[in-house]
T-cell receptor, first 117, second 116 residues
């Protein structure tokens, strides 16, 4: 079955530090990969996605590259801000026999990021 | 206008009670979901409906019964609440016309259920 493993948190950084959150996956077929972010008291929102090998997703200074050879989708940001403090979820979806995924995302366990001024 | 709205945001109740959480989306999406987030932030899908038809039902106790009166609404009814049902329940929706499988989910803000 499908699974996603993220690095254990919590991660605590100072403002302007470099961020990496590791994510590896196992999946049948060719998954699409996602990073979702959950700010305090809110629902999840899409941060970025990649649908095929070597694709790079990017948004708000965050990047992640779909690496099929290492089955990884690590999240990076060059200079974090206090406002980036949130929980970050790596996720994947695969297409079912009917040709859709119906949004059945498999999530990693989430990584709590705290950025201090 | 909130794209995916859930009510109530907070719900505190006693064991054994029956409660409902409502969800509505105004995005015109065909598919809606319920996800459960436990105290350790782990998220797991519970149900998915596509055009009012149940598509995904993930090993959820039959005390949980989703109902979709139309494709814009998906409610969750829980009978005989137990302590272990305490969690944050997220409703979500997606447009499944993207056959690449990269469907993006839009989540509601969550409903925090506390069972005493």
């Amino acid at each position: 079955g499908n699974s996603v493993t993220q690095m254990e948190g919590p991660v605590t950084l100072s403002e302007e530090a470099f961020l990496t959150i590791n994510c590896t996956y196992t999946a049948t077929g060719y998954p699409s990969l996602f990073w979702y972010v959950q700010y305090p008291g809110e629902g999840l929102q899409l941060l970025l996605k990649a649908t095929k090998a070597d694709d790079k997703g990017s948004n708000k200074g965050f990047e992640a590259t779909y690496r099929k050879e290492t089955t990884s989708f690590h999240l990076e940001k060059g200079s974090v801000q206090v406002s980036d403090s949130a929980v970050y979820f790596c996720a994947l979806s695969t297409i079912n026999a009917g040709g859709t995924s119906y949004g059945k995302l498999t999530f990693g366990q989430g990584t709590i990021l705290t950025v201090h001024p | 206008d909130t794209a995916v709205s859930q009510t109530p945001k907070y719900l505190v109740t006693q064991m054994g009670n029956d409660k409902s959480i409502k969800c509505e989306q105004n995005l015109g999406h065909d598919t809606m979901y319920w996800y459960k987030q436990d105290s350790k932030k782990f998220l797991k899908i519970m149900f998915s409906y596509n055009n009012k038809e149940l598509i995904i039902n993930e090993t959820v106790p039959n005390r949980f019964s989703p109902k979709s009166p139309d494709k814009a609404h998906l409610n969750l009814h829980i009978n005989s609440l137990e302590l272990g049902d305490s969690a944050v329940y997220f409703c979500a929706s997606s447009d499944d016309r993207d056959v690449s499988g990269a469907n993006v989910l839009t989540f509601g803000a969550g409903s925090r259920l506390t069972v005493l």
